[in-house]
């Protein structure tokens, strides 16, 4: 899954321990989301959006071939 957390971040100047903190991870986890290798629960990803200011499907963006596999 791709995401715009990094993009969204650098226009709120965050740094991803800043917003790690703000929605009670470890840095690594927002690393692993901004490189697609972490796919967060949905209370995770309402925090996040809750932070960037932007709505969950803003963030998360999801490859229509991803969900017909689900």
Known sequence: MKTRIKEL???HD???EELARQVGVRRETILFL???KYNPSLK???KIA???QAG???IF???EDELEKS
């Open 9 to 11: 971040r650098a226009r």
């Open 14 to 16: 965050l740094t991803q």
């Open 34 to 36: 901004e490189k697609g």
């Open 44 to 46: 995770l990803a309402c």
């Open 50 to 52: 809750r932070a960037l």
């Open 56 to 58: 969950v499907e803003e």
């Open 61 to 63: 963006l999801f490859d």
